[in-house]
């Protein structure tokens, strides 16, 4: 009997403790569903982690979390959520049609008709899948299935606006013009105050040269809303087949102004300055366009002819320069600088740079010179080649997601020991990134306050921390905390004495950590102007010192993830990127939640031209808590 009861009680102990999990995986997913709600996607991730890690079976947290990644454009990351819900659930119809979309929009046509196809099998009466599918034969220039898809989403749903209007586009496209504007006709009248679909008719108008009809519509698109780029763009450009030349400038000023980052109008503007001859206001674009896009060629391409025009051939040589080492087999700049190099008295150079680009003109045995120099000059194939950074954010929601911040795209720089007070002390969030690790947790229990494992630009040590909070510690913890105090003050040659006296195996690699992050950080202020009553700094280190000091660290510490990333920085810093990543990697797989390593590993592989595998770990940053990672997918593993 007495084993009887033991057993009860336990199984009575399981089932609560399984209760408990339910209820807070259900209190989990409602608050992350209210953060998706109020459009706060990130914070919403970090709800759906922690859902999964009470759950790691159940589909529901992964759906969310997929529709949280495609929010921020984190499409490979949705997708591979969706793929997760559909192994769970593989007749979760939402997924399949998140997934469906989201091969979309990474171009995947084949995998997005597939997984359209399945719904349809499930739910053949879906009009959105039919639409949706519509989109995808859009893309494929499969006009006629295009219109068969919306023709099918209509009759199920006979007011379906955007099948209307998607129905109007691939008219349009067939040049089907009164038809297209029939169908783009109906949707307005469904949805009048829709200023898309009068963007749309404006579009199919202009498509049909009707340019004075295409401009009543951007006015009427503007009129209610006048803070879409799209719109004040597609006028601009309207405004140029009329000849309106100053009403285009004006449209493409309003671009930038509610767009800052829009380096294709900057570069039409550039364009239009030059023909005026303002040749300053000209360059001044091309400036914004080489800064915000510099590895397009064009930039430099069209700044590099206006410092022509000012007979500023050396600033026009580097420029083409740049142009050659982006695009070695661009005929036209071999050309151009071969013409410059001439103005700059380097004949001998020249005439290596022409028979160069006749070289390149005629290697291809089907294509004669005069018909390559042609396609070069040809206006159309350059738009081909432009792919300038130019998203037209429509939703002034949309500019508060992090993937369209404006900010500085830097790695996380070195982990140091810090602390902070009791009621600072909470877990891991969007704001204030911490870790402890086992140690910590142990070391914490003689304290007042916390320390915390943390990145060197959040905090040094809050100054409301003293050294009254740990008058009662002693030994090496003592010259511990007292060195941490010295390195938040900037006392560097005094903390650099204390990390060093400490040999107690427990807080050594803490002391490392610490100085290694200081000796750099003092390496950096070094060029500053010393101020009056500062402190001798330490000693004298370069880079290849501190990756040593790392090393030996390690020898004795090979299990501290936070040892590796800052060796992973100092790397980094020494243009070693190989070695880099391989301890970004090291410290991954001893801490696979280590968000900053997943970021900084991203940027170093992005650097490289590894796009595809930095999407990946920027995904796992985001996930993580990272949202600068939303700005860099958009920006560089996107394209």
Known sequence: ??????????????????????????????????????GRFTDAMLFLNRAIESQPDNYEAYFLRGVAKYNLDDLGGAHGDFDKTLVLHPLYIHALQYRGIC???????????????????????????????????LQMTRYEDAISDNDMALSIKPNLVMA??????????????????????????????????YFKRAMVNARADSNNMALNDLNEALKLDNTNPLYYYNRATTYLHIGDTVS??????????????????YFNRGILYAIRKDYPNALQMFDFVTQINPKNIYGYFNRSMVYCELKRWADAETDLNKVIQLKPDFVGAWINRAAVRYERGNEKAASIDRRHALYLMTRDEKTNAKSKYQQYADSTYLSKLINFESDFVNNANMLNLPQYASTEIVPFPDFILTA???????????????????????????????????????SIMPARISKSDFVKTDGDLHCLLEAMLLHRDSQYGEAEKKYVAISDKTYHCYSLLNLSAMLYEAMSESEAPLVI???????????????????????????????????????????????AIDDYSEAIRLNP??????????????????????????????????????????????K
Request: aromatic share 10%; no cysteine; charged share 25%.
């Open 593 to 638: 939640d280590l968000a900053e390593a997943y970021y900084n590993r991203a940027l170093t592989l992005i650097f490289i031209d590894e796009i595809q595998l930095a999407a990946t770990d920027l995904s796992r940053a985001g996930e993580l808590g990272v949202s600068e990672a939303y700005l860099v997918m958009k920006r560089y593993a996107n």
């Open 103 to 137: 091969n979309q929009r990474l171009n995947n046509q084949k995998e997005a008709l597939d997984d359209f196809a399945q719904v349809i099998k499930i739910d053949p009466y879906n009009a959105e899948i039919y639409a949706a599918r519509a989109v995808t034969y």
């Open 420 to 458: 902070m007070q009791n009621d600072e002390y909470v877990f891991i969030n969007g704001k204030k990134r911490f870790y402890i690790d086992a140690e910590l947790v142990k070391v914490n229990e003689k304290l007042p306050f916390k320390l915390v494992l943390q990145n060197s630009d959040n």
């Open 1 to 38: 009997m007495r084993n009887l009861r033991y057993i009860l009680i336990f199984s009575l102990l399981f089932l609560f403790v399984l209760a408990e999990a339910q209820v807070n995986y259900k209190h989990l997913i409602i608050r992350a569903r209210h953060e998706l709600s109020e």
């Open 533 to 579: 009553g500062e402190t001798m700094p330490p000693r004298n280190v370069d880079v290849t010192q501190i990756i040593n000091m790392l090393g030996e660290a390690i020898e004795s510490e090979r299990e501290n993830p936070y040892l590796w990333f800052n060796l992973g920085n100092m790397h980094l810093r020494n243009k070693d990127y190989n070695r």
């Open 248 to 265: 285009a400038m004006s449209d493409y000023e309003k671009v930038n102004e509610l767009d800052k980052r829009n380096a294709l109008t």
């Open 164 to 197: 209307y209007i998607n129905r109007g586009v691939a008219k349009s496209y067939l040049d089907r013009h009164q038809e297209a504007l029939k169908d783009i006709d109906k949707a307005l009248q469904l949805d009048i105050f829709n200023p898309d679909i």
